[in-house]
């Protein structure tokens, strides 16, 4: 029995990445939730938590992989059966964000899908969402709640600590994304680079890689990103560095989606190494690449659980690099 006033700690898993989850639960001492999960016939989601939850701090992990709108749908199914159990706080743990890259109009009378998803969280019940490497940091202030912005930056570097060597270059594969290599160069000695590329406005993963800025020829380039989707600009960019006179690509990204043609891309790319992460299910096909890397977010899921649970800061876990 527990006394009032003592806080009480309960995680629970959607069904898109149950393994992560479970990783997270052990790292916490703890055990995954139980919850009650199935379908009506016409597809609708019902949940049930098979435990009381009152009065506890909540923490629901669910990845936006796919199918992505069936998974974002469970958890803010889940998030609303936990507020109306009376939940004394529901944190939404996202390890990947769904439909991020929406998070501005490029053309008339598009959405901003990025602002819409922190909305229907809040409306589910959450009072709080923590996501790791979002598409772009301008996500957080969308959201009329804390959001916590985790990076797997740490895991990155630890992983290249001991594997890089030569001269290095840190490249963007297009220019939104300069901020996140110079951080990853300013903690090796590095230089750094991005890749122009022209994106076709009719078509959503067609891209052209046009020229590279910076210094690359003769050097070891390593591609980082947030996500790897259908593979397009990573390829189209490690085969014009190759061109212009790298000694080898490894491309780094966040979150693995590899959506069809991905892994044949990638087959047939000139990429001595792919790293990601678990942030998304790792499928059997994807697992096939020979030079395929993944590593754990779930420490870092598990260190930021624990800090907002004992209300201590999150972004002494990342030294600040969690902007």
């Not at 891309?265 to 990601?276: G, K």
């Amino acid at each position: 029995m527990m006394r009032p006033g003592l806080k009480r700690l309960m995680v629970f898993s959607g069904s898109a990445n149950e393994d992560l989850a479970a990783e997270v639960a052990k790292l916490l001492d703890t055990e995954l939730g139980g919850v009650e999960r199935s379908t009506f016939a016409n597809g609708e989601i019902y949940i049930r938590y098979t435990e009381s939850v009152r009065g506890a701090d909540c923490f629901v992990i669910q990845s936006h992989s796919d199918p992505v709108n069936e998974h974002i749908m469970e958890q803010l199914i889940m998030i609303d059966a936990l507020k109306r159990a009376s939940a004394k706080r529901i944190t939404a743990v996202v390890p990947c964000y769904g439909y991020a890259r929406q998070d501005k109009k490029g053309r008339p009378r598009e959405p901003i899908t990025a602002k819409m998803m922190g909305d229907l969280f809040i409306a589910a019940g959450a009072n709080r969402i923590a996501s790791v490497d979002l598409h772009t940091g301008q996500i957080q202030g969308f959201i009329d709640a804390p959001f916590d912005s985790l990076t797997a930056m740490p895991l990155f570097e630890e992983y290249f600590a001991h594997r890089l060597h030569g001269p290095i270059t840190f490249v963007s594969p297009d220019s939104g994304g300069v901020k996140r290599a110079t951080r990853f160069a300013s903690h090796i000695d590095a230089e750094v680079a991005f890749v122009y590329k022209r994106r076709r406005g009719e078509l959503r993963n067609d891209v052209d890689a046009e020229w590279v800025v910076g210094d690359v020829e003769g050097r070891h380039c390593v591609i980082v990103d947030d996500m790897i989707d259908t593979a397009g600009t990573v390829v189209a960019s490690a085969e014009l560095l190759v061109k212009r006179g790298a000694l080898s690509v490894i491309v780094a990204a966040t979150h693995g989606i590899l959506s069809p043609p991905a892994i044949e891309r990638l087959s047939a790319a000139p990429i001595s190494e792919i790293i990601i992460t678990n942030t998304l299910p790792v499928t059997p096909e994807a697992l096939s690449l020979p030079n395929l890397t993944v590593l754990s977010v779930a420490p870092i899921v598990a260190g930021t659980i624990e800090a907002i649970f004992s209300d201590s800061s999150v972004s002494e876990l990342f030294k600040g690099e969690n902007i």
